[in-house]
């Protein structure tokens, strides 16, 4: 019985030991198993899982016996049972059968009732489960994180491909060895393996989107594969050949007619050549041909004859071709080319180079300078007048560059007052490139034009003034109010330094601006001058106009501005003073507007009496007309037009009552005014009113109207010569009393401030009177003011200064009084012009005429023979410079004449520049600086034509104290540099000698400009 219970143990214990076994052994081949899979390695190493089996050991009966033994804690008592149960009955020992079984009941009864499930031991068998889950987690953790890698590693398939594979390659080939990679698993990293006869060498190469690569230059055969995740590719096989190469490469250039040049051969591999070069290549190879190209643009194929090659193309752009041989290997050379573009020629009217008004004797004088960088075909004039014309101009065809002057004689066109001709002239260049210049009109305008134009230039000057003179206050107030902080604070804040700039930069613009008004009434007059119809008393109005803008922007106020600059970063003392300066001046600008506008308004109404007597005589000439009307009887046609004619005289009323409304008119006049519009307006409301007494009405308006306006010229001039005479009077006296003053041994103090006070009164008076007339300067009133100064001097130091300041002041008397004596001559004399000018102006054109002679004849010597002149051409010099010194003697003629006292100057530099022009041609110095000389002279001719024509219109000199000169760097062209003027610039610098290999790149940088223009 207790053997059963042994045997049944052990069955029991036994199947659990072998279950647990098989857990083990199952988890240690999944563990074998994975890490094989995760190194990329044979799924068979699982295999290693099965070593646990190999050191299990089988029980025999009698070791279960002790197990369980001991399990129950029988003491031995089951083992020795057990074991004295198979001892014979006839044993040596004699032991008795009785005592053995009695033994063996004991035994028997003592562990019948015992259990077996309860000591079967389970432990390794839990420990077993335990660990094949782990295992079985750890390799499920695998396929779910890395299933890539993992059905890679099941399978091992990536697919690949090796590029170039085998081949054949030229010495000295840069070649690049790759591997492109697919499949679900990429690895990280391949490896190169590089073999040849003597090493073998490994490179490791990272995978970067399925690919690794590396270059390797060929110098020798080799063998190659690549390495990855435990596989290898095929093994490939470079073999090394000889490359092709050029042995001789030259091209034939074919120049494009237009540039002149002859033909050339080249053999390096930049080609710098004029666009529509034709270029004939030919070369020899190293080896025999099978093809040869020529890759520009379009495919050029060449003619191969064994080694030879040959072809032909044309250049229009520039760009990198490449040359492609193919023999046993082939080759690719690169070549540079660079097609020089042909420039636009260069086209420029500089006389007279902006629109005019036609002259007096319907003939213009153009003068056209023209270039180009290969040559000049053709010029032509074109001009439109009812219909487009083309003139053939003379010119040095074939030449870089020439000047030319012609004649235009527009009395053909039979042109009428308010007609216009407009004009332009063309070239073009040997290359059939054309160029136009500016178009240029000439009009031959009306006098109502004129009148109207001169007109509004009035009403414009005037509203500006008043705008600046608002502005001009302001910055006034700020400077007051800046100078009375800066008295109490000693210092002004950062926002009282920004208003201080800000009025600084208003006063600046205020000046600027009256100075563009200098400029724009002189560029007026110019062209009102040079017109065919000149219309005296307008140029005479602007002109007066012009005189007083001079006089209104002083120097003081700009050299004030800028000394206000300069102290802002300086002590508060230096601000002050700066400050003072600046308040002074303004005060006389403030002065100087006001005085500009009056004189404006005083013009204004002057000018509208005229306006309004001359519209009054011709509504007379259009009520005579209707006279015809009536004695023609079409009663319908006179109803319309009296009709018409009853409004303009209405409105000719209106405008007479606003006139006679205008501030600071005479009483007198404006009395007198209001009359004549009552009589106009009984006119235009006349039923009965036939064009008989129309006609005497408006005739007796107009006369009326005509008087009046002489009356108030004349006494507004009447009334200003007597108020300068008194003032002068008055001046001479305080000359004389501050002259007695100086005489005493002592100064009276009290005496000086009497003589000061009627000073002052006398310096308002004036004042009055400059706001009346332009013939009372501001410098009068400037004089009064520095001997009021040192009229108050002399009263605060009369024992130590006081006899200086009262010399200085009566100094500062008598040249107001001078001054005053000057204005009451001009009042007295007015605005006439001397009568001999029109005799000078027709020698001075006859002079200008005789010298575009010579400079036509000058340049007509060019060019100079490369062997020198010839006996012909310095005869031919010779009587030129004959010629120059008879015009050069005319001219200094000319200088000595009464009407050319003003422009002395001007003639001076004419006459220098004319002995230089006759030294030079007496020496044969023909050269460009004699060209350049001529035109200088033939163009100043021309101005001072002009000028002397604009009568009193030299630019007065001003005084300017000394100044530092820096001389600053080069500058940068400038931003409104005109097209054609860059275009000069640009072929001048092509004519300077230059290395040819930039050529290309200076041509481009110029055409890179002209393209930004």
């Given at each position: 019985m207790i053997e059963k219970k042994v045997i049944e143990y052990a069955k029991r214990q036994g199947f659990i030991n072998l279950l647990s076994l098989i857990l083990f052994t199952l988890s240690t081949i999944l563990i074998s198993l994975t890490i094989a899979l995760f190194l990329l390695k044979s799924p068979w190493y699982g295999l290693i899982g099965f070593i646990p089996l190999l050191f299990y050991k089988r029980n025999n009966f009698v070791d279960w016996a002790r197990a369980f033994d001991k399990k129950v804690g029988a003491n031995g008592e089951i083992v020795s049972s057990i074991q004295i149960s198979h001892i014979p009955e006839n044993n040596r020992e004699g032991y008795s059968r009785e005592l053995i079984n009695a033994f063996i009941e004991s035994a028997e009864k003592k562990f019948e009732k015992i259990e077996i499930k309860k000591f079967l031991d389970k432990r390794f068998l839990n420990r077993s489960l335990l660990f094949f889950l782990i295992t079985l987690l750890f390799a499920l953790l695998f396929p779910a994180f890395l299933p890539g890698r993992f059905w890679f590693a099941l399978n091992h398939k990536i697919e690949y491909n090796v590029?170039?594979?085998?081949?054949?390659?030229?010495?000295?080939?840069?070649?690049?060895?790759?591997?492109?990679?697919?499949?679900?698993?990429?690895?990280?990293?391949?490896?190169?393996?590089?073999?040849?006869?003597?090493?073998?060498?490994?490179?490791?190469?990272?995978?970067?989107?399925?690919?690794?690569?590396?270059?390797?230059?060929?110098?020798?055969?080799?063998?190659?594969?690549?390495?990855?995740?435990?596989?290898?590719?095929?093994?490939?096989?470079?073999?090394?050949?000889?490359?092709?190469?050029?042995?001789?490469?030259?091209?034939?250039?074919?120049?494009?007619?237009?540039?002149?040049?002859?033909?050339?051969?080249?053999?390096?591999?930049?080609?710098?050549?004029?666009?529509?070069?034709?270029?004939?290549?030919?070369?020899?190879?190293?080896?025999?041909?099978?093809?040869?190209?020529?890759?520009?643009?379009?495919?050029?194929?060449?003619?191969?004859?064994?080694?030879?090659?040959?072809?032909?193309?044309?250049?229009?752009?520039?760009?990198?071709?490449?040359?492609?041989?193919?023999?046993?290997?082939?080759?690719?050379?690169?070549?540079?080319?660079?097609?020089?573009?042909?420039?636009?020629?260069?086209?420029?009217?500089?006389?007279?180079?902006?629109?005019?008004?036609?002259?007096?004797?319907?003939?213009?004088?153009?003068?056209?300078?023209?270039?180009?960088?290969?040559?000049?075909?053709?010029?032509?004039?074109?001009?439109?007048?009812?219909?487009?014309?083309?003139?053939?101009?003379?010119?040095?065809?074939?030449?870089?560059?020439?000047?030319?002057?012609?004649?235009?004689?527009?009395?053909?066109?039979?042109?009428?007052?308010?007609?216009?001709?407009?004009?332009?002239?063309?070239?073009?260049?040997?290359?059939?490139?054309?160029?136009?210049?500016?178009?240029?009109?000439?009009?031959?305008?009306?006098?109502?034009?004129?009148?109207?134009?001169?007109?509004?230039?009035?009403?414009?000057?005037?509203?500006d003034l008043k705008d600046l003179e608002d502005t001009h206050q302001e910055g006034m107030n700020e400077i007051k109010r800046l100078e009375e902080k800066l008295k109490r604070e000693r210092e002004l804040s950062w926002l009282d330094n920004e208003k201080l700039k800000e009025v600084i930069n208003k006063e600046e613009n205020v000046l600027k601006k009256i100075e563009d008004w200098q400029n724009e009434l002189k560029n007026t007059i110019e062209i009102l001058k040079s017109g065919i119809l000149l219309d005296q008393k307008s140029i005479e109005r602007l002109q007066e106009i012009t005189k007083i803008l001079q006089e209104i922007a002083p120097e003081e106020l700009k050299q004030a501005l800028e000394n206000l600059k300069q102290a802002m970063n300086k002590n508060p003392e230096e601000l002050k003073k700066a400050m003072e300066q600046l308040k002074e001046t303004q005060e006389e600008l403030a002065k100087a507007l006001e005085r500009t506008l009056e004189l404006l308004k005083r013009y204004q109404q002057e000018e509208k009496l005229k306006e309004l007597a001359e519209k009054a005589g011709r509504l007379s000439e259009q009520a005579e007309d209707l006279k015809k009307i009536e004695e023609l009887k079409e009663m319908e046609g006179l109803k319309k037009s009296l009709d018409s004619l009853f409004r303009a005289i209405e409105s000719l009323a209106i405008e007479i009552d606003r006139l006679s409304e205008s501030e600071g008119l005479e009483q007198e006049i404006s009395e007198q005014l209001k009359q004549a519009s009552k009589k106009a307006r009984s006119m235009s409301q006349g039923e009965d009113i036939s064009p008989e007494e129309l006609k005497k009405g408006l005739n007796k308006l107009s006369t009326d109207l005509h008087r009046l306006y002489e009356d108030l010229t004349k006494s507004r001039a009447a009334n200003l010569r007597r108020n300068l005479l008194e003032s002068l009077n008055q001046l001479v006296e305080l000359s004389k009393l501050e002259e007695d003053l100086l005489n005493l041994e002592k100064i009276d103090p009290d005496r000086q401030s009497e003589i000061a006070s009627a000073t002052k009164e006398v310096a308002e008076s004036l004042y009055a009177q400059q706001v009346k007339s332009f013939y009372v300067g501001p410098e009068i009133g400037k004089r009064l003011s520095k001997a009021l100064k040192e009229m108050e001097q002399a009263s605060l130091n009369p024992a130590n200064t006081g006899k200086f300041h009262v010399q200085e002041a009566m100094k500062q008397l008598n040249l107001a009084s001078l001054s005053m004596l000057q204005s009451l001559k001009k009042a007295a004399e007015g605005s006439g012009s001397s009568t001999g000018m029109d005799e000078f102006l027709k020698n001075l054109s006859s002079l200008t005429q005789n010298q575009m002679g010579v400079g036509q004849s000058i340049f007509g010597l060019f060019p100079i023979p490369a062997s020198g002149l010839t006996p012909e051409q310095m005869a031919q010099i010779q009587r030129l410079a004959d010629k120059q010194r008879e015009l050069r003697q005319t001219l200094e003629s000319l200088k000595g004449l009464p009407e050319a006292g003003r422009f002395q100057e001007l003639l001076d530099n004419l006459a220098q520049e004319m002995k230089e022009t006759e030294e030079a041609l007496y020496q044969y110095k023909i050269d460009r600086k004699l060209i350049e000389r001529q035109q200088l002279i033939i163009s100043r001719l021309l101005d001072a034509e002009r000028s002397i024509r604009q009568e009193d219109w030299t630019k007065e000199r001003k005084s300017k104290p000394g100044e530092d000169i820096k001389h600053p760097s080069p500058a940068s062209l400038p931003e409104e540099l005109g097209r054609n003027e860059l275009m000069e610039i640009i072929q001048r610098a092509l004519k300077q000698p230059h290395p040819q290999e930039y050529e290309i790149y200076i041509r481009e940088y110029f055409r890179a400009l002209l393209e930004q223009k």
């Open positions: 590029i170039p594979q085998s081949g054949r390659f030229n010495r000295n080939e840069n070649i690049e060895l790759k591997i492109d990679l697919a499949g679900p698993y990429i690895p990280d990293k391949v490896t190169l393996v590089y073999k040849t006869r003597d090493i073998i060498k490994r490179f490791d190469l990272s995978v970067v989107d399925g690919e690794a690569n590396k270059r390797i230059e060929i110098t020798e055969p080799f063998d190659y594969y690549f390495e990855f995740a435990g596989m290898k590719s095929s093994e490939y096989k470079i073999v090394v050949i000889e490359p092709i190469y050029l042995k001789e490469l030259i091209f034939s250039l074919h120049y494009p007619k237009y540039t002149k040049l002859n033909d050339e051969i080249k053999s390096d591999r930049q080609l710098i050549v004029p666009a529509g070069t034709e270029v004939e290549i030919r070369g020899r190879a190293s080896q025999l041909l099978k093809q040869a190209k020529f890759l520009f643009n379009d495919t050029t194929e060449l003619n191969c004859n064994k080694e030879l090659f040959s072809g032909r193309f044309k250049i229009t752009t520039s760009g990198k071709a490449q040359l492609m041989i193919i023999g046993e290997t082939s080759h690719q050379e690169e070549i540079s080319i660079y097609a020089i573009p042909d420039l636009a020629p260069l086209i420029e009217v500089f006389l007279p180079g902006y629109n005019i008004n036609m002259p007096p004797n319907m003939k213009i004088t153009l003068g056209i300078k023209c270039s180009d960088d290969y040559g000049l075909n053709k010029v032509n004039l074109n001009y439109q007048f009812n219909e487009p014309k083309e003139i053939g101009l003379s010119f040095k065809k074939g030449s870089a560059e020439d000047t030319i002057f012609y004649e235009w004689d527009l009395n053909g066109l039979r042109m009428l007052p308010g007609d216009r001709v407009s004009y332009f002239v063309e070239v073009q260049d040997n290359g059939g490139q054309r160029a136009k210049s500016k178009t240029y009109f000439i009009y031959f305008p009306t006098m109502e034009k004129i009148y109207e134009e001169v007109k509004g230039k009035e009403e414009m000057v005037q509203s």
